[in-house]
């Protein structure tokens, strides 16, 4: 069994003495594992930082195995990601949660190439928290907890949407909203992509995608908490408002 794709390393650690398991988000071939001979050597531990793009070469006895992947680096995003705190901490929130929620060996193209155009943008801090903001509402989309922002659930009307039912995802005007609006949660302009999206805003939205990220897509995969880089990330954005 084999097979050659490309694909964005996710996590990378050390197996035996010189080995190491990579678990890489293949646009063919979904989130995949494997082990790397020599991983840890001078040549190749460079070449396995999260975030790379790499092109790999999968082979295995049986399909169901573990396998081995061969390595060789496409485009590294290691300078842009350690370009500052933001940068970094983006990253690591990006990677780790596709590495928590996407199934194992399960191609999802479209949110591999909206990863990929997320994490070409690392560094470019003024950007990046919105670009990011809409990367969770596809990956939200792309798992089957999209939300509907559309229309007011209530009443039915396009205007006036300020708020997201926790329950259904569902907009709520502020008309519709009625004596419920303190348990809802914000619908800033920018999440139906309008407005200038000032960082209030994104905080807002961080706000509801961490809800729904947390209450719906969490617990749908099991008892784990989301990893708590999504946390860092949203608390290192929040230091600049």
């Not at 485009?75 to 842009?80: E, G, L, V």
């Not at 060996?105 to 990929?116: D, G, N, V």
């Not at 659930?153 to 259904?168: E, Q």
């Not at 000032?198 to 990220?213: R, V």
């Amino acid at each position: 069994m084999d097979w050659r794709d490309h694909g964005i390393l996710l996590t990378a650690r050390g197996h035996g003495e010189t080995a190491a398991i990579i678990e890489v988000f293949t646009e063919g071939h979904g989130r995949h594992a494997g082990v790397v001979r020599g991983g840890t050597s001078r040549k190749i531990a460079p070449i396995l930082q999260s975030g790379a793009q790499l092109d790999v070469l999968w082979r295995a006895r049986l399909e169901e195995h573990l396998g081995t992947f061969q390595v060789e680096p496409l485009r590294s995003r290691a300078a842009a990601a350690f370009s500052g705190r933001m940068a970094l901490a983006g990253l690591n929130a990006s990677v780790a949660l596709l590495s928590f929620c996407l199934p194992e060996r399960e191609p999802h193209p479209t949110i591999y190439k909206q990863t990929e155009q997320l994490l070409d943008l690392l560094g470019q801090d003024e950007i990046w928290p919105l670009a990011y903001l809409r990367w969770e509402l596809a990956l939200l989309e792309e798992l089957g907890f999209g939300l509907d922002l559309s229309a007011c659930a209530v009443t039915g009307a396009a205007d006036g949407l300020v708020y997201v039912s926790p329950k259904t995802g569902r907009a709520v005007s502020a008309d519709g909203a009625g004596e419920w609006a303190d348990k809802l949660l914000p619908l800033p302009p920018c999440l139906r992509g309008e407005g200038q999206a000032p960082d209030a805003e994104i905080a807002a939205g961080f706000k509801t995608t961490g809800y729904f990220l947390e209450h719906h897509l969490a617990p749908s995969l099991g008892h784990n908490p989301l990893p708590d880089a999504r946390a860092r990330f949203v608390d290192q954005f929040t230091r600049r408002l």
